[in-house]
């Protein structure tokens, strides 16, 4: 079955650019989209088709691609930016939903 | 406003079954696949099955393949889940989430429901 991977934790001081990163196989192919969850509430979508952005989204928060890597990059890190990110494709050869296993942003 | 509130968590033994509901409001349900995911404590999101507007089109996770079924009543702007033989890993809040498109991109979700598991 299909994997994306994430790093578990990335940290950024207020100010600086946190970047999180999901890998997958043929990822290139993709449509990538990255959620933010908060501790205690439901996910909200920031970032889909890779790098597009949903209106009510600071513009802080931008997506990109690279080989068989996807990013998440928020610049001028703020303290309500920490939360887990999770990257999320369809795999069309199976019809399946993956989500990345999560990345934790602490904001130090 | 879009709203989607899930309902029928709690406790259950394990082998047991439940019924999760999610009602919609402030959008056409009609027009949108519906999918449930789950996130069990600590641990990080799993989607579970989506349902197309018409019911035709089904599709679920192999954790839940043969046990869980997803429905849903256009006219009560509901998604379903039936869930049977449940398992102690079957532990997690669950949500609904609204596929924006039809290709698996989730704009709107639940506030999610705890399902407990246990003797």
């Known amino acids: 079955s299909y994997v994306l991977t994430q790093a578990p934790s990335v940290s950024a001081a207020p100010g600086q650019t946190a970047r999180i990163t999901c890998g997958g196989n043929?990822?290139?192919?993709?449509?990538v989209h990255w959620y933010q969850q908060r501790p205690g509430q439901a996910p909200v979508l920031v970032v889909y088709?890779?790098?597009d952005r949903p209106s009510g989204i600071p513009e802080r928060f931008s997506g990109s691609k690279s080989g068989n890597t996807a990013t998440l990059t928020i610049s001028r890190v703020e303290a309500g930016d920490e939360a887990d990110y999770y990257c999320q494709v369809w795999d069309s050869n199976t019809d399946l939903v993956v989500f990345g296993g999560g990345t934790n942003l602490t904001v130090l | 406003q879009v709203q989607l509130v899930e309902s029928g968590g709690g406790l259950v033994n394990p082998g047991g079954s439940l019924r999760l509901s999610c009602a919609a409001s402030?959008?056409?349900?009609?027009?949108?696949?519906m999918n449930w995911i789950r996130q069990a404590p600590g641990k990080g999101l799993e989607w579970l099955s989506y349902i197309s507007p018409s019911t035709t089109y089904t599709n679920f996770a192999d954790s839940v393949k043969g046990r869980f079924t997803i429905s849903r009543d256009n006219a009560k702007n509901s998604l379903y889940l039936q869930m049977n033989s449940l398992r102690a890993e079957d532990t997690a809040v669950y949500y609904c989430a609204r596929d924006y498109r039809g290709d698996h991109l989730f704009d709107y979700w639940g506030q999610g429901i705890l399902v407990t598991v246990s003797s």
């Open positions: 043929n990822i290139g192919s993709m449509n």
């Open positions: 088709d890779t790098i």
């Open positions: 402030g959008f056409t349900f009609t027009d949108y696949y």
